[in-house]
């Protein structure tokens, strides 16, 4: 069965803290694995991954990904609270998404 | 550019009756496909339609279906609402499918009571 699962499921960290999101991940024919981070509703399109040991980088956040042992990190440094938010990880499989049940990340000022 | 616009945003309907969600996707975007969201699920997928024909389907019973129009718009239908419907329903569209990510629209917020 195809599934994607992510921890921790839900951290609290004040701002200025360094964090770590996992996301592991079993799927036939995987393709790619995507981050999105979802404040209220609609989940906002972060990183793409498709090679292993690549790291990509947008300010504060980058992730990386490991295909020998399925799975990727988001690391945010200097967290905001502007952070806080469901960060939501998804396999692609060419079919569909499958995606996992999130992290929630609270940050304090 | 307009995002992808769903409708209604909030829905309360009583069980046994019928819903209809309606999706638009960005200009160009040929793709859309459906996803329920509750908090001990995740994110599960419905369906997945491109150029008016359904290309994918997920594990969710057949009271759930769908269709999409020639201008991409897409309409989800649920029958005999349950209760364990309740859920925010996402629509997500993209130019070709699953090459690319999604853009999600901010969801339909069904509660069946």
């Known amino acids: 069965e195809d599934k994607v699962v992510q921890s921790p499921l839900s951290l609290v960290v004040h701002e200025g803290d360094t964090v770590t999101l996992n996301c592991s991940y079993e799927?036939?024919?995987?393709?790619?694995l995507l981050w999105y981070k979802q404040e209220k509703k609609a989940p906002t399109f972060l990183f793409m991954l498709t090679s292993s040991g690549i790291e990509k980088k947008s300010g504060r956040l980058s992730s990386i990904l490991d295909k020998k042992e399925l799975f990727s990190i988001l690391n945010i440094t200097a967290t905001q609270t502007g952070d806080s938010a469901v960060y939501l990880c998804?396999?692609?499989?060419?079919?569909?998404?499958?995606f996992g049940t999130g992290t929630s990340l609270t940050v304090i000022p | 550019k307009a995002g992808v616009t769903q409708t209604p945003r909030y829905l309360i309907k009583t069980r046994g009756q019928q819903v209809t969600l309606s999706c638009s996707p960005i200009?160009?975007?040929?793709?859309v496909s459906w996803y329920q969201q509750t908090p001990g699920q995740g994110l599960q997928f419905l369906f997945e339609?491109?150029?008016?024909?359904?290309?994918n389907k997920g594990n969710f019973p057949g009271r759930f279906s769908g269709r999409q129009f020639s201008n991409s718009r897409s309409e989800m239908n649920v029958s005999t609402l349950e209760l364990g419907d309740s859920a925010l329903y996402l629509c997500?569209?993209?130019?070709?499918?699953?090459?690319?990510?999604?853009?999600f629209g901010s969801g339909t917020r069904l509660t069946v009571v």
């Open positions: 799927v036939t024919n995987f393709r790619s």
């Open positions: 339609y491109f150029s008016e024909t359904q290309r």
């Open positions: 200009s160009g975007h040929r793709s």
């Open positions: 998804a396999a692609n499989t060419g079919n569909q998404f499958y």
């Open positions: 997500a569209s993209s130019w070709d499918g699953t090459v690319y990510g999604y853009t």
